[in-house]
């Protein structure tokens, strides 16, 4: 192994090499377990979100594939309608051209090309990130297979009455010229007003204030609604109006929707341009009146004077014709949360649109047939509240049926070229036929065509081929295999059914509604199966200080800029290059130069897995600190030198490289000079065969059981941060802080069995600690598991008395080797309990060094006082290794009732472990010591009393966690008494 770990040079190395060798495709063996990928945008690029998710799911496709799955992750990528087709149409407006002059078949064929050559940048990025996924497989939205499957989808839908053509009110972006879904628009605060109208009662002195932010929709309005129970206004319900600026009349109408302590308690009604005003309207059978042109200019149904109009320039004209009237009562400022398109940053406008619907509301159809609340909708809702599935952690399970048990139906269609063209078609006479294709439709007819047959224009909202995904990717519809462009089979439905349902769906909150429950609803559907057993919902990533990422606040990060490094000059450059407003491209180089002066450093693709590891709680956001990061690169770096300590210890080394007194590892120094540790042999079939000799290997094994036995909790609960948390507090305080330190007398002691049965100790250790953290950093645990491998098969280890698990020369690569597990080590409590007193003397040692600041290497006297009879046995077994790494002379007992010496104290239970203060330390600064220590234990008694005097505690917790509360409060107690005891000793 190298001196230093240097990640880029492993991880491309390791990539490759797994990706040729199919050690991501299924194995065709033991229970299915699948997991799907979010498909990405085609257009995309990895961000902090897409690393973080991708994570999680590869942490557990590696660990159950070492479980010994038959595992599956399917991945691909999504057509991405508006997003692709907007590229595509940026690049023709720099040759000064429009989609209108290709033509439509023309300008499909460009976004196909450019798919071809860029479309692949996110699937290599997701490379980087160790993503082992089946690229065998790989699936595209708009690929035949996939196609097949929404056309099928869409016929079977329609044929069966759930899918029909209506005039309905939608999200529209006039920019682009199509509607969008409520997840592609962004309600943003902006500053704006409220202007407050009158409108006068028809026959009357009276009249009616009415307040607005959009005064131009009031050429729109049909009604002014007031609440039933307003007894300023019930003597106007029934009355009509005088619509300023315009020759109509509007009723006054009672709604309970109205607040009647909100402004005026009178609201304008203007149901084509306003959701809550369009629902209001169907209460009332009240005809809407669209305003707009759907490019936002006010149209033929308005007055003369407006016609043509930008809708913010007519907004103008209106307001001053109503000031000239004397009608425009009052403005003033208001702020307001504005609809803006996500694609175009268009504001968006309510538009009443003849689009294509899902029926998710109806129970009964006219002719009898379920409806779609009935057929689709009730299934979906069903298969969440009877447990099929779960969402973890549980409260989302509220999210999605609320939204399910309120649900509208679902608009599918899309004004755009790019996506799938909706396989319907339509006669001279408006009639509509669907099918496959136009023969298929004809056939199906109920009626003959009158005349030519026409294909509708739109294409389907992407969500809804990504509902399919579940299915659709395993091949269905397909009777046989389906293959992709180049020929490759990527599915067979016959055999890769199961993997359906999927073993848990890892995903944001933010689309539970627009594809959770989609996928649910077309999969329940369509195959009568659930898609996913389990739904994940993991955390939204945010900066530092838990502001939402922003390239317009400089806070972003690229996860590859963070795994790569990057200079300062190309970060700033990067990030404010999209930037167009001067301002706001000098606050954000601002604030790059000042957070990252020196750049970002690299710190590898497995320190940034661990840190997302480290944070993926159950939490709804979490906050990404670089310097968490390089923490964990810190952690990689320790772990890569603790298996060079380890190899050197248990292979031949090369010339002028030591064995057992290896720097970087372990809590104490070096070893004492005039030592020299020989180069060992290799561990013989003798060593592995046999049992741990010493106690420190067998505490050292019981705390590995404990903690894979923790580990595979985790994974089943999805805590990956505990899971971050067991194997780092493992890895480096207990196995490289003290096992390598404890694991030094024996290596260089004169017990020849000790030595080489802490030798192979220290390896099976090593090698189940990687196979442990491989999950979570899988590019540096293949490559040292690669070196400690070659040890095992060249020592030919295989005996009866170590894990079946090991390697041996048939496995290949730490993926294909077996998960540890807790049961395949054993407990030895004793040892434990022996273990653990030995690191509390050592440690109490320790830290009056620290605190006294005596020399590292410098040898001092050792006293004990008090202790029972279990720590005078322990005293005479560990004495060696005690003075050995400790840098004590050997210690000496006091007699009860003799003088003791003015000594710093650390205590054991009851045991006095004492430093003898002449000629070493500061007898005020030792005094200063203990009352910081005897203040810190008062603080712990306090939190355990906190505990225990809460009755609710009490009376809810475990009867172990009160039992293991009360026992800590002894302990801290006992512990107390000997400090103030010492420190009474030296006033």
């Known amino acids: 192994m190298d001196k230093s770990f240097e990640p880029a040079q492993i991880e491309s190395t390791w990539y490759a090499r797994w990706e040729a060798s199919g050690a991501f495709r299924p194995s065709g063996t033991g229970e299915p377990y699948c997991i799907l990928l979010p498909p990405p945008n085609v257009t ?138 409520d997840l592609e628009v962004n309600n943003v605060e902006r500053d704006g007003h409220m202007w407050s109208i009158r409108y006068p009662v028809v026959g009357s002195d009276e009249s009616v204030v009415v307040a607005t932010t959009r005064p131009e929709t009031m050429l729109g309005d049909v009604a002014v609604a007031v609440h039933p129970e307003d007894a300023r206004y019930a003597h106007l319900v029934g009355r009509t109006l005088k619509l300023p600026l315009t020759d109509r009349e509007i009723p006054v109408i009672a709604d309970d929707y109205v607040d009647r302590e909100f402004g005026t308690g009178c609201v304008k009604i203007t149901p084509a341009h306003d959701f809550n005003d369009y629902a209001i309207g169907q209460r009332h059978q009240l005809p809407p009146i669209t305003i707009f042109t759907l490019d936002a200019k006010v149209n033929d149904n308005a007055p003369e004077k407006y016609r043509g109009l930008d809708r913010y320039d007519a907004r103008k004209a209106v307001l001053a014709d109503l000031e000239a009237l004397g009608l425009l009562v009052e403005t003033k400022p208001h702020k307001l949360q504005v609809p803006v398109s996500q694609r175009s940053d268009a504001v968006i406008e309510p538009m009443l649109t003849d689009q294509w619907f899902v029926d998710l509301t109806s129970d009964v159809q006219q002719d009898g047939r379920p409806g779609g609340r009935k057929a689709i909708t009730e299934p979906a809702l069903d298969a969440v509240r009877n447990g099929d599935i779960k969402f973890v952690p549980e409260n989302w399970s509220t999210t999605y049926t609320q939204w399910l048990d309120n649900i509208q139906d679902w608009c599918i269609s899309r004004q755009l070229w790019w996506g799938h063209r909706i396989p319907a078609w339509y006669d001279e006479a408006g009639n509509i036929f669907v099918g496959e294709d136009e023969a298929d439709a004809r056939a199906h007819a109920d009626t003959a065509p009158v005349g030519a ?101 400089g806070n972003t990060l690229d996860p590859l800029d963070l795994i790569d490094g990057i200079a300062l000059e190309p970060l700033v450059e990067k990030s404010t290059k999209s930037l167009l407003i001067p301002q706001v491209r000098t606050k954000v180089e601002k604030r790059i130069r000042k957070d990252y002066p020196g750049g970002i450093p690299a710190i590898g693709t497995d320190a940034l897995r661990f840190t997302f590891a480290a944070l993926a709680s159950y939490s709804r956001t979490i906050n990404f600190d670089i310097k968490r990061a390089e923490g964990y690169k810190a952690f990689c770096n320790k772990l890569w030198n603790a298996a060079r300590f380890v190899l050197m210890n248990v292979s031949p080394l090369p010339a002028g490289e030591g064995g057992a007194d290896a720097p970087g590892e372990g809590t104490g120094g070096a070893r004492p000079s005039g030592i020299t540790a020989p180069s060992p042999p290799p561990l013989s079939r003798g060593e592995r065969g046999s049992a741990p000799v010493t106690e420190a290997e067998r505490w050292i094994l019981t705390r590995l059981a404990q903690t894979l036995t923790e580990a595979e909790e985790h994974f089943r609960t999805y805590r990956f941060d505990h899971l971050a948390q067991a194997l780092y507090e493992f890895v480096w305080n207990e196995y490289c802080d003290w096992f390598l330190e404890l694991s030094k007398p024996a290596l260089n002691g004169e017990d020849a069995d000790a030595a080489a049965s802490t030798r192979h100790t220290l390896l099976v250790v090593l090698e189940a600690v990687l196979r442990a953290l491989h999950p979570v950093i899988p590019f540096l645990t293949e490559e040292v598991w690669q070196e400690v491998a070659k040890v095992f098969v060249r020592s030919s280890m295989s005996a009866k008395n170590s894990p079946a698990s090991l390697p041996d020369s048939s496995t290949k690569s730490i993926l294909q080797s077996t998960y540890p597990r807790g049961a395949d080590f054993a407990h030895d409590d004793a040892a434990t309990a022996e273990i653990e007193w030995f690191k509390a003397v050592l440690s109490g040692i320790r830290r009056i060094r620290s605190e006294m600041n005596i020399a590292p290497g410098k040898t001092i006297p050792l006293l004990l006082a008090d202790g029972d009879s279990g720590d005078h046995a322990r005293v005479a077994k560990f004495a060696a290794q005690i003075a050995f790494l400790a840098r004590t002379e050997a210690p000496q007992w006091i007699e009860a009732g003799s003088a003791e ?31 910081r220590e005897i203040g810190r234990i008062e603080v712990e008694i306090k939190k355990c009393e906190g505990k225990l005097g809460n009755a609710s505690f009490v009376a809810n917790a475990p009867a172990e966690v009160v039992a293991q509360e009360r026992q800590r409060i002894a302990d801290w107690n006992a512990t107390l008494g000997a400090l103030r005891e010492q420190a009474q000793k030296l006033v």
């Open 44 to 181: 995309g690029t990895l961000h902090m979100g897409h690393a973080f998710q991708q994570t999680v799911m590869d942490m557990l496709v590696r660990y159950h594939r070492m479980r010994g799955f038959n595992t599956l992750w399917q991945v691909g990528t999504d057509h991405a309608g508006i997003a692709t087709q907007k590229i595509v149409e940026n690049q023709l407006a720099v040759e000064e051209k429009t989609r209108h002059d290709l033509g439509r078949d023309a300008f499909v064929e460009r976004v196909w090309q450019w798919k071809e050559e860029s479309g692949s940048t996110i699937t290599h990025q997701m490379r980087r990130i160790g993503a082992a996924a089946d690229w065998s497989r790989e699936r595209f939205t708009m690929d035949e297979g996939l196609s097949a499957a929404v056309r099928k989808v869409f016929i079977d839908w329609y044929r069966a009455g759930l899918i029909y053509r209506g005039n309905r009110l939608v999200n529209w972006d006039p920019l682009l010229g199509t509607a969008v879904s």
């Open 453 to 553: 047959l026409r294909q509708d224009e739109d294409v389907l909202d992407t969500w809804f081929s990504s509902a399919l995904w579940p299915f659709s990717t395993m091949g269905w519809p397909a009777d046989g295999t389906v293959k992709n462009e180049r020929g490759e089979v990527v599915a067979n439905w016959a055999n890769d059914q199961i993997f359906l349902p999927s073993a848990v769906l890892v995903t944001g909150f933010d689309i539970i509604f627009f594809w959770v429950a989609r996928m649910v609803m077309a999969t329940r559907y369509f195959t009568g199966r659930i898609p996913f057993r389990e739904v994940y919902i993991n955390a939204i990533v945010r900066d530092a200080e838990g502001q939402k990422m922003s390239k317009s606040k």
């Open 901 to 931: 010496p003015a000594a710093a104290a650390a205590v054991v239970g009851t045991l006095r472990v004492l430093i003898p203060l002449a000629g070493l330390i500061d007898l005020d600064a030792e005094k200063a010591r203990l009352a």
